[in-house]
């Protein structure tokens, strides 16, 4: 019965938040989280949200159903942010999902329907949501090693190695941008090897795009993606609005396929209709609707990108500041996005939680937008210590 399941593993990021907010010192500093924050440590809705809510309650007529695909007219609207000079191929279709994490395991469900024997090649680590969700799906995960944390650098040769080792149609998982957990972005030149391998091998495409925006701009943060629609017959992207536009409970993405024709597109369309049915039926309208909103009000439109650019300067400054503190630190302002890692051992986040007040995942795993204008030099002079020890 019931009673007789096992005890789940408690996520260590969850237990991680759990032990910060028990901790009474007033001056603890929380690297651990996901989310963007401002400088004074706060998470705020976007000038151009509230707005496009306020809009959104002042206009909205009815909440009757939209159907699987969601808000269409928010995913078209998407398009040229997403897709960039591809939003016009027809070979590319594309509906709402709850999140990216939706986007994800649909994209995956559509795999495991089209190819169940296909595998996924994945770099470690990843987003610690991609392996279950992959397995979740019954597709097969080969690892290979991404990156090198105490070398601080992208293990390219193992990639390159491993895609070449792929057999057709495997899948191969890849980050968008902003690399998540280790803020390390493969360059444009290896962006360039990667696409020219998937197109050799025959490999299919999968891009997590979570973060556009993040690093360097929208077009910039999508330039690895976009190559790769420039070569590739078919793709799947797994796109996400919930960090761009700060939305994050509000569960806005999409999925995005592409195949070699229109018509191969749709009848893929159909079946992803159908694993959407099966999961959610529908994705949940507020988000979405809010996003379209801004996307189809040219006011609110040009001033996105100044709140998004204010994030992801923000982002970049401290990068900036904890890079200039250290040699050891100097390749934290080569990464991008929230989060980067440090080569730190087990004992050593201990020694940051319990002496300093500093949570951080165990993995060394931080998020540079954590830490509040005022907590920054703080945790530098923290880590610095700690890696003198
Ligand atoms: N992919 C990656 C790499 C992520 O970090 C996240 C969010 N943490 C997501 C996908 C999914 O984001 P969401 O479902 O919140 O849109």
Request: aromatic share 2%.
């Given at each position: 019965?019931?009673?007789?399941?096992?005890?789940?593993?408690?996520?260590?990021?969850?237990?991680?938040?759990?032990?910060?907010?028990?901790?009474?010192?007033?001056?603890?500093?929380d690297v651990g989280?996901?989310?963007?924050?401002?400088?004074?440590?706060?998470?705020?809705?976007?000038?151009?949200?509230k707005?496009?809510?306020q809009s959104l309650l002042d206009t909205q007529e009815s909440k009757s159903y939209l159907g699987?695909?969601?808000d269409k007219r928010y995913t078209e609207l998407l398009r040229p942010i997403a897709l960039g000079r591809h939003a016009g191929d027809d070979r590319i279709a594309g509906l709402q999902t709850p999140g990216g994490c939706g986007a994800l395991r649909l994209g995956f469900e559509l795999i495991a329907t089209a190819n169940p024997q296909a595998r996924v090649i994945v770099g470690t680590p990843t987003w610690p949501n991609h392996p279950p969700i992959i397995r979740a799906v019954g597709l097969q995960i080969v690892e290979y090693p991404y990156y090198d944390r105490d070398g601080c650098r992208i293990r390219f040769e193992a990639m390159v190695d491993a895609l070449n080792d792929a057999r057709p149609g495997d899948v191969v998982l890849l980050h968008g941008?902003?690399?998540?957990?280790?803020?390390?972005?493969?360059?444009?030149?290896?962006?360039?090897?990667?696409?020219?391998?998937?197109?050799?091998?025959r490999l299919l495409p999968f891009v997590d795009i979570a973060y556009q925006g993040f690093a360097r701009g929208l077009e910039q943060d999508a330039r690895g993606f976009h190559g790769l629609l420039d070569v590739c017959d078919e793709l799947i992207a797994a796109h996400s609005c919930d960090k761009n536009f700060s939305v994050y409970r509000d569960r806005v993405g999409s999925l995005y396929v592409k195949t070699g024709s229109t018509e191969a597109t749709a009848r893929?369309?159909?079946?992803?209709?159908?694993?959407?049915?099966?999961?959610w039926s529908m994705?949940?309208?507020?988000?979405?609707?809010?996003?379209?909103?801004?996307?189809?009000?040219?006011?609110?439109?040009?001033?996105?990108?100044?709140?998004?650019?204010?994030?992801?300067?923000?982002?970049?400054?401290?990068?900036?500041?904890?890079?200039?503190a250290d040699p050891r630190l100097a390749y934290i302002g080569d990464q991008f996005g929230m989060f980067s890692m440090l080569p730190v051992t087990k004992d050593q986040v201990l020694a940051l939680r319990e002496k300093h007040a500093i949570y951080m995942a165990d993995s060394g795993r931080f998020n540079v937008v954590g830490l509040s204008d005022e907590q920054v030099d703080r945790f530098i002079t923290a880590v610095v210590e700690t890696l003198d020890a």
């Open positions: 019965g019931l009673a007789d399941l096992p005890a789940v593993e408690t996520d260590s990021l969850l237990q991680l938040i759990a032990l910060c907010n028990a901790d009474p010192r007033a001056e603890k500093i989280v996901g989310v963007f924050r401002d400088g004074e440590g706060r998470t705020p809705i976007l000038k151009v949200i707005d496009a809510e699987m695909a969601g941008c902003c690399h998540n957990p280790t803020g390390a972005d493969l360059s444009d030149d290896q962006w360039d090897e990667v696409t020219r391998i998937i197109v050799d091998r893929a369309m159909a079946h992803v209709s159908q694993r959407a049915r099966e999961m994705p949940p309208d507020h988000g979405a609707a809010a996003v379209r909103i801004v996307l189809d009000t040219p006011e609110l439109k040009t001033r996105w990108p100044d709140e998004l650019a204010a994030m992801r300067d923000r982002i970049n400054a401290v990068r900036k500041r904890i890079a200039a």
